[in-house]
Structures are given as C-alpha cells and as structure tokens.
C-alpha cells in the first residue's frame, strides 16, 4: 500500500515545465516541498519504507508518493 | 515514478495485476526501458504507448494515481474500477494560485493548508456518504471507474472509463 499526494495549479500554460529529475540544488520551491514532505508525514502510515516528493520546474506540479 | 524519456512523472497508490506479463510485452514489443522493478512503473510505461482514456483497458488491479503528462501539460487523475484505492481532491486559493490538492486520505490536505469544515447538509442528509461527497464541505472522491484530467489551462472534465455491467434480469429467465 502507498500513500500518495499532490498539489496542481490550475492554470498552468505560459509557463515552462521542462523536466527536470527532482532534486532542487537552488532551494527552489522549497515551501511547496516542505508542504508535500509533511503531508506525506501525515500519512506516513501507509507507506513507511520509502518516500519521495518531486516538483515540476515552474512550481505548478508537486507530487509526493510513499511505500 | 518517471518514464524512461522522461517526460511523463506520476505517484500510484495500489498495484497492476499481471504486471511482469505487461512489463515483457511492453520491452518486447515497445521497446520501453524500464529502471526498476515496481509496478507502478508499469503503469507509467503504459500511459507513454497508449495514453488516456486508451491506457485503462491494459490497467487491471487496485489503484489510484496521479500522472502528470510534460508532452501535453495534462493532469491525469484516475481510480480503479470498484474504488479499492482512494483519491480524494480539494480546490484551493483564488485566481492564478487557485490549485488542486489531491490525496490517499484527507488528513494529508493538512500540512496543504486545508482548513476543514464539515459538510453539514451531508452529514445530517446522509448525501455525504453518496456519490463524490465527504464528511469535509468542498472536499470531494473520485468515483471508481472515473478519470479526470486537469488541462494546462485548468479546464478540469471528468470521464468514466467503466460501468459495471450487469445482464437484464428479464432476459436471463427466458
């Protein structure tokens, strides 16, 4: 079982979203991170072995998962 | 979870049934690299050869996901067929910021920033417990069978991929 959890914003065109593989040497959208990281603290139970939280380029997409 | 071209990300909740068959069949015949050995990457390789609404009828399990499509900007949201996995989603914010929260179970809106109020009419009606309601006002399921997508300019439509299927009572006596 998994727990999973992600934050979309709406409107989203005009922005770039190149790919990028996850990690954030600038600190970038450390806020929305932050929030992922203990929403998945949340739900920390359904999934206690592994974690990981990733963010599209432009900030819009945040997305945690947890198994 | 990130395909092999990296273009397509997602977080599942659940498992793909028959996922090692589906996994031969998509090096052999798609060619797609896959990097590990879980499941859910399955269920992204997939997604990258048939796409959404197509990619449903090779999707056989218990699951909830959310897959996010670089080629074309969209959200794809979706649950298993008897809502085995959950998903439940909130809108949050005004204008530009106006965002979508998603999650395996509403607690995790929290640390989002979610401020819960109960869904009175619901809860005194019984309504919260049908359809796509919950006991949280404005804080919805999606149901099983369904998929939303997300477009990049925040068009959000929601589509049911299956129903379950049951005979005509009346013909099966004659």
């Known amino acids: 079982m998994c727990g999973i959890t992600a934050a979309i914003t709406l409107q989203r065109s005009g922005s770039f979203n190149g790919s990028n593989d996850g990690t954030d040497s600038s600190g970038e959208h450390a806020a929305l991170r932050q929030q992922l990281q203990k929403s998945l603290e949340s739900i920390a139970h359904r999934g206690p072995d592994a974690s990981g939280v990733w963010v599209s380029d432009d900030g819009t997409i945040g997305t945690g998962c947890e198994c | 979870m990130h395909s092999d071209d990296g273009k397509i990300h997602a977080v599942v909740n659940g498992e793909i049934y028959d996922h090692d068959a589906i996994r031969e069949r998509l090096i052999q015949d798609h060619g797609y690299k896959f990097k590990g050995h879980c499941d859910s990457e399955v269920l992204v390789a997939l997604y990258k050869v048939y796409g959404a609404p197509g990619f449903f009828e090779h999707l056989r399990g218990e699951f909830s996901f959310v897959v996010y499509d670089e080629n074309d900007g969209r959200v794809i949201v979706a649950r298993d067929r008897f809502g085995i996995k959950p998903m ?75 129903d379950p299927d049951f005979n005509d009572k009346v013909s099966s006596t004659q």
């Open chain 2, 88 to 162: 439940f989603g909130t809108l949050q914010g005004e204008g530009t910021s106006k965002r979508m929260l998603l999650t395996s179970e509403m607690k995790g809106f929290l640390a989002l920033g979610w401020e819960p109020q109960w869904n009175v009419h619901g809860l005194l009606s019984g309504s919260s417990m049908q359809a796509h309601n919950t006991v949280f006002k404005d804080v919805w399921k999606l149901n099983p069978g369904t998929w939303m997508e997300v477009s990049p300019d925040g068009e959000v439509q929601h589509h049911q991929y299956w």
